[in-house]
Each structure stands twice: as structure tokens, then as C-alpha cells.
């Protein structure tokens, strides 16, 4: 059985004066020190709020507060209606919207019994690896530049210019794109774009190797992260901590190999893993998982040229709108999209589905009672256990390392507080 | 590595089989039971220590309003070393019920009870956390509704009634503070 | 206007720079924005692509961003204000020194956009006066400069000496009652769900 260094509900003790030794004179010794971080700091990533007590400059205390920002998703979802509710996913993680698509998208294609068709999986592949390298840049953008390497920001941003380019060529808009739906993905990739596409995962590993040059070998990032906020695999488990903070911890569970979906286990591909489970490991993780990522978009992408004018999106029409020609010209068809816009139902029962997002397990928990309205569509955000490991992890730490920490748990406040 | 849920019906049957749960098929084939919502830490205990789910996914409820009995609670835990999951699930009555906490058991569940009990008004007893007992986790503290329950419009009930009182506090303060100015 | 008098020879010689008071002073507020960028969610991140290397906002002299608040004087509200949230921006703004902007940024922050539920501002101007708006969920980061040009604009035209020498309270802080709002407790409902009066619900 695991045990764990902080057994829950019970604070540590309280350190005491120790009487001697240097400290022992100092009269503040062992006085507490509260301190408020955020809801609006540049080191907490979004809005998170985080309290705490200090003992000098070590941590006797810390407690997270979120909510700062919750939408309240899951009830506009009920409100909405299945189809409808596909845009309010890309603003859960907003630093990786497709991939939060296909995520929902694959819960309900699991509850109505929808099959994929081929090209439309790989196009929802190469989508999610998008979104997963662009999730990526954005953490070691911002934690470069909360631990001091700011260069790392331009660096990361260039990049992911070109990324939002190419996802502005194929979708019409940089972030937020809405681009998969039930039963495939809303359009095929045009030629061009898989050609641009190419080219910019084709420089993409050396821009991977130039972070690396600036970061792994750097005696201060290694020094602000090596060490700090080490995690067992026992007590990843136990805290349900999935994804690049499980794997930097020695345990190599990805669900992409694991429980593949959407044809994964078609892709040659390895899993990061990490042995030590602390800042630099989950640090190179993710690195490493930008590399992969590189490898699988470029499996996508010949597996695109093979399956060229294949189906993208499935003949399902129970679920699935009728092609927008055939809308114009057939009384039925535009009678027949007027019933899926307005009330498409599902059929009675409950789903989940949990996909390998960039963070850790995304699922999804939809449940319907057979009519257009849905009756549960709970988000199982990996972002929610990443902070609720910070205290965890931060007990009895330097202040300092908070930062560190905080970076590399990765957590975008959008899909915490959904 | 093995395909999801090959042998975890028959593990949990026989790991839960003291407590003789009654099996669901969810349309999503993972393993489905229903137990009694005294059995709950029990049950969870179980499957902890005897089945091999070291990890819970997620914890929440499903409100079936006007329907009694009224909530459904469901827990979904993941296997890492057997690679797959099961979902348990207990019904509870009334406006205001309560059911037994695992954080203990499973410390990762210390949010999910936390924002069951915000959106749902689910009492998890005994819940013991970081936080100091059973707190809101998303929703203000001192906010007197519960948004996930179906009673609740989506567009809320005096959404802005604890920052008006909070800006009024403030103003009045600064009144009196600058009443000489 | 006694103390006026007429350019000597000597002054005439060094050369001078003529200009009234006002267009000084916007001149100088107008091309150095500090904006405080209170990035709440996802157009924060198009924010961070603004100030990044492709857009570039040290362009139009509005780079240099703080996260304290006491040292700006623009406030890009980017992303969704719940109510939790409301008083912490309220805070942030009043820490504000005068004179100071806002821009909404995006659909959310300028009406609630998408977000029709229980715990969204529905318009940061419910709290806060609000200069320039700009629409697009998220806006697309050409769009927020376009929206800092504007409001460069607005600057232009204002008559900050005259409203100093007037006396006019131009306070938007704590003192100022604008913002105390009346409770707005009827909220129409949508979809399936019936409105209880509250002591039907609570526990
Ligand atoms: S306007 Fe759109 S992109 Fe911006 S915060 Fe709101 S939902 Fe996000």
C-alpha cells in the first residue's frame, strides 16, 4: 500500500522554534508569514489563486483556490444541446482546442454508436499532435519566462505562429477553430496546407533541439528544476495525476498506446518517460513528446497522400449534417438538418471516453436520457488534479520553487474552472 | 498490452462479490455496477486493495430531478497495471444527501467531492482535505445555490448578488474613511 | 495670462517648438501605454501573441507590459469576468493611477459573449468604464492593435488641461458611484429549466 508523505487533511506540523543554532536567536523564528498569490499573478498561468503561510522562506502551508474562472460549461451544455456545445469545448483548454474536440466528439460518437471513417481519424490525429505540440510550446513559453529565460517566449512564439498559420489556413481562424464534429472532421485538409504543413514539421525538430540548447544544458533552469517537486509514481496514482506528470515519474501509461482510439496504435511512436517524476524530468517529457509528436504528424501526413479523397466524415445521418448541395436542392435534406440542429438526441445511456490530451487524461462523461436534451456532460479535466497535487508536491519547499512547480504541473485555468 | 476491460468484469465481481453489486451494461462496454450507497467506501476499499485500481477518474452526480430517488453518484476508477477501468454507481434520495467521503482512500478524489458538493449540494461525510473539510471548490463561498442541480436556470439566480454587497461594503468604507475630504 | 510675453531675439535664434499644453501631454500619454494585461483566459493567449514576435506591439509603443497594476495606465481586459472574478479586476483597476483605459478584448469581456450562464459578467462594463471595445472570440491580435490605434485616437482628442483647471471630478475609483449597479435580480431563464424563487432551492 502507498503511503504518502502528506496524508490528507492533516497539516503538518507546525515547525517550532528550535532554540539554538543560528535561527534559534532570531525572535521571528517560526512565525508564519501569510502570503496571497494571484488571481491575477504572471506566475500562476491564468487565474489561479493560491495561498500561503510561510516559515521564513519555506512553505508551511499552501492552499489552492479555483473558480476564478468557471463558466459554468457543464450546465451550458444541458442548455445547448449536443451539437452546439462542440464550441464551448475548444475553450476548455484553450491552449489546444482541437484536440478537446475530438475528445467530446469521441464520447459521443461512443454513446450514438458513430464509426469514423478512416481519413477522417487520420485528419483528427494529425489535429490532436498539432495541438499537442502547440500546448507544449505554450508551457515551456511561460515557464521560461517565469524561471527567467524570456528568450524562450519568442523562441516558442515563433513556432507557434506558424502553427496558428497553418491552422488559420485550413480552419479560418488561429485558436479556437470548432473544426471536428460528430462523425469525422468538417473539412478535408487541402493539398496546400498538408505542403505547408510538411515543411514546418520538417524544420520543427530543429527547433525542439534549439530549446534544448537553450534550456537542458542551462545551469539555471537545471539548478530551478532538477530536484524540485519530485513525485512518486505511487503518489501520482494515488493523486490521479495522468499524462506527462505520471510519465515523468517512471510509469509509462499513455492511453494512446494503452487504450488507442482514433488509430493510434497504427502509429509508430515512442512514450517519454521520465525516472525521477521531478520538474526537469516532466521538463523533458514534454520535450521529448514534441519529437514524437513531429514523428506521428509526419505518419499523418503520408497517410493523408494514400488515402487521398477518401470520406472525412461519416454517412451517419442520424448524427451527422447532410452535405450543404444536397441542402440547397432537396426539400428533405434541408427538412432533415433543421431536425439535427434543432433536436438531435442521443440515445439513453451514459459514455466515457478519455483521450491522451496534452496535460493528462481528458474524458469525457456524457450521459442522455434519449431526448434532444442532454442530461449530463461532466468534464474530466486533468488540469482540476494537477492543481490539486500543488500542495502536495509544494509542502515544506522553498518558496522559490513554487514557480518551478507551478510551470511544470502544467494546468490552463480554462479547463480547470470549465 | 491487454484491450480495456477484458477480465476487469470478472475481477471486480469477484473482488466486490461480498457486497453483491448489481451489474449495468453501459453503452460505452466499460464495467458498470450499482451498489448501495452505504457500501460505498467499502466497496472502494475493495477495489483499491483487492482489485488493483489505483487511481479514481472521477467523481460526480447526475441529477434526475423531479425523479426519486433523486441523485445518482457515479465514481470511475482506472487500473494502470491491469490497463482498464470500472464505474460504480449508487442512487441517493432527497434534496440534501449525504454519502461517505474515500478521500482518504483515494486523496485524488479531494476535488471532485469538493466540486460535487459545489454543483450538486452533495454532502460527502467526512471528507477531510488540504482545504479544511467539504468547502465550494468553484463557485463563490457563501453562494447559496447549487448550478449543476436541474432546478437551477442555466442563467442563475442573483448571479451578482455577492459582488454588489462586497462593492457596497467597499464604498461604504471609503465614505467613511474620506468623510472629512 | 500676465506672465506671457513675447519671444525675444535669442529665443528666436535657438528655435523653439510651438504646441499647446494638451497636445503635449496627449502626445506623450498616447504613444507610451503601459498596458496591464489582465489575461483571464483564451484570449489572453492571443494577448501573449500580440506582444510576441510576429505582431509586435513595441510597434505603436504600447510594449512594455506590468503586471502591477500600479504602473500602467491601460487595462486590456482579455478573456471571461465571472462574478468571483469581478472583484479582483474591480481592485486591479482602482490600483490603477489616473489617467488610465480600458479595452475590452473579445466577445466575453465586452458583453459576456457565449456565455450566458449563472457565474459571467456580462460585460465587463458592468464594473468598469470601458474605452474601446473589440469584438472576435478571440479576436485576431491585428484586430487588438487596431483597437490600441483607436484608442491612441481617443487620447488625442482629450483636454486634459482644461479638465484639470475645471475641477471636474474625473475620479473612476472607489468614489465614484457609477458602478454601484442595482441589483438585477430578474433574470430571465432558457432551455428546460424552470426559475424556483430562491428559498425553494437553498439548503
Ligand atoms: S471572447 Fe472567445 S476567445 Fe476570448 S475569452 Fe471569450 S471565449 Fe475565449
Redesign the interface.
Known sequence: ?PT?EYA????PPRAKPSGGGADGDDPLHGELLELNMG????ATH??LRILVELDGETIAR??PE???????K???C???GWRKFF??T??LD??QPLMNNVGYALALE??G?VTVPERGQIIRVLLCELSRIGSHL?YL?TTGIDLGAVTM??FC??Q??TL?DLLDAYTGH???NTYVRIGGVYADVDERVQDAIEQWIAQFPAAVDEFEKMLTGNRIWYDRNHGIGAITK?QA??????GPNLRGSG?D?DLR???PYSGYERYDFEVAVGTGGDCYDRYLVSIEEMRQSARIVQQCLKLLKETKGGEFLAEDRRYVLPPKDLVRSSMEELIHQFKIVTDMAL?K??????IESSKG?L?F?V?SDGTS?P??C?I?APG??N??AI??VAMGRLFSDMVSLIGSLDFV??EV?? | MSAPSANALDRVQSGLAALNPKSIAARDGMPAFEIEAEQVREACRLLRDACGFETNTFVTAIDHFPAEPRFELFWQFLSVQHNDRVRLSARVTGAHPHVASIGDLYPGTQYSERECYDMFGVVFDGHTSHAGGLKRLLMPEGYDHFPLRKDFPHQGIEPDKLYNAWFQRRFERHEREHADV | MGSLKPVDEATTQEGFLATRVDELINWGRKNSLWPMPLGLSCCGIELMAMIGPKFDLARFGAEAARFSPRQCDLMVVAGTLTWKMAEAARVIYDQMPDPKWVIAMGVCSSSGGMYDSYSVVQGVDMILPVDVYVPGCPPRPDAVIDAIIKLQRKIEREQPLKARLSGANLDHGIGSKAFVRAPNHSVPTRGSHAVLPPGELAP
Not at chain 1, 8 to 11: F, M
Not at chain 1, 39 to 42: K, R, S, T, Y
Not at chain 1, 349 to 354: E, I
Open positions: 500500500m504518502f490528507p487533511g492533516l497539516l488571481p491575477q499573478h504572471p491564468g487565474v499552501i492552499e479555483v473558480g476564478y474562472l468557471h463558466r459554468g457543464e450546465k451550458t444541458e442548455s445547448l464550441v464551448h475548444d475553450r484553450y491552449v461512443k454513446l454508436g505554450i513559453a517566449f519568442f512564439f515563433k507557434r505562429e496558428y488561429r485558436m479556437n505511487e496514482l494515488a493523486w490521479s495525476l495522468n510509469c501509461f498506446k494503452a487504450q440515445p445511456g451514459s459514455a466515457y471516453h478519455g487524461e474524458g462523461f450521459a436534451t442530461l449530463r461532466h474530466r482540476l488534479m492543481v490539486q500542495p502536495m485555468m480554462g474552472d470549465r
